[in-house]
Structures are given as structure tokens and as C-alpha cells.
């Protein structure tokens, strides 16, 4: 797999855009705006969407924004594949990577995304 989702898969849809039910547990909402740290516990940035393979009806990227100013000028866009989830509460999402390595896996333009 990929470390960046492909906008030209048309596998691939954004959980926010499906009408797909229960593909995630827990419950998409309950993930939304978590923070993303790297193993260290240093910020990597915030969630705001995940990436589903339709076909599969499974998860497989995490997006992520990091930086940024109000109303998201100059935030960067990260998609880091499901597989580097090592740990996830309540409050935050572990990520199997430093913050250096999980901001240079798969950051993409929001222009091309929609984001």
C-alpha cells in the first residue's frame, strides 16, 4: 500500500462523503478532531478525515493536519496509513513514526483532495 492515498482511486472515498454505515469502530465522529502524536508523544497534528477502500469497507489512511494559522492558512496535509496506528483513546491517536517521518509520508494539496 501507498503511504499517500491516490485521488484517482476510485476505491478510495472520504469517510465525511460516504453514506457507508459502521465502517469504523469506534463510530467515525468519535475520532474526528483527536490528536495525532508521533511514538514520542510529540504532536504530529489533527485528525479530520479518514480515506475507505468501498470495495473493502475498511480504513486505510488517516488524514491529518498539522500548522496553520486560523481558518487553516498555511496547514499542511498528511495521509499516514492505518497500519502505523500502534495505540488510540480517547484523546489522542498514536502513530508508529516520529513526527518527522509521519509529516513525510504522504502530504498532499488540499486543492487537489478538496480540503
Same mark, same amino acid.
Given at each position: 500500500?501507498? %503511504?499517500?492515498? *491516490? =485521488?484517482?482511486?476510485p %476505491?478510495?472515498t472520504?469517510? !465525511? *462523503?460516504?453514506?457507508?454505515?459502521?465502517?469504523? %469502530? #469506534? #463510530?467515525?465522529? @468519535?475520532?474526528?478532531?483527536?490528536?495525532?502524536? *508521533?511514538?514520542?508523544?510529540?504532536?504530529?497534528?489533527?485528525l &479530520?478525515?479518514?480515506?475507505?477502500?468501498?470495495?473493502?469497507?475498511?480504513?486505510?489512511?488517516?488524514?491529518?493536519k !498539522?500548522?496553520?494559522? &486560523?481558518?487553516?492558512?498555511?496547514a499542511?496535509?498528511?495521509t499516514? =496509513?492505518? @497500519?502505523?496506528?500502534?495505540?488510540?483513546d480517547?484523546?489522542?491517536?498514536?502513530?508508529d513514526?516520529?513526527?518527522?517521518?509521519a509529516?513525510g509520508l504522504?502530504?498532499? *494539496? =488540499? @486543492?487537489?483532495?478538496?480540503?
Amino acid at each position: 500500500m501507498s %503511504n499517500q492515498a *491516490d =485521488p484517482n482511486d476510485p %476505491n478510495l472515498t472520504r469517510i !465525511s *462523503d460516504s453514506t457507508q454505515v459502521g465502517i469504523s %469502530n #469506534p #463510530p467515525w465522529q @468519535e475520532l474526528k478532531e483527536r490528536k495525532v502524536l *508521533d511514538v514520542g508523544g510529540e504532536e504530529v497534528g489533527e485528525l &479530520i478525515d479518514l480515506y475507505i477502500d468501498v470495495s473493502w469497507k475498511k480504513v486505510r489512511y488517516l488524514v491529518v493536519k !498539522s500548522g496553520g494559522w &486560523i481558518g487553516g492558512l498555511g496547514a499542511k496535509y498528511h495521509t499516514i =496509513p492505518i @497500519e502505523q496506528v500502534v495505540e488510540y483513546d480517547a484523546d489522542r491517536i498514536v502513530v508508529d513514526r516520529s513526527r518527522e517521518q509521519a509529516e513525510g509520508l504522504g502530504e498532499f *494539496d =488540499p @486543492e487537489v483532495l478538496q480540503y
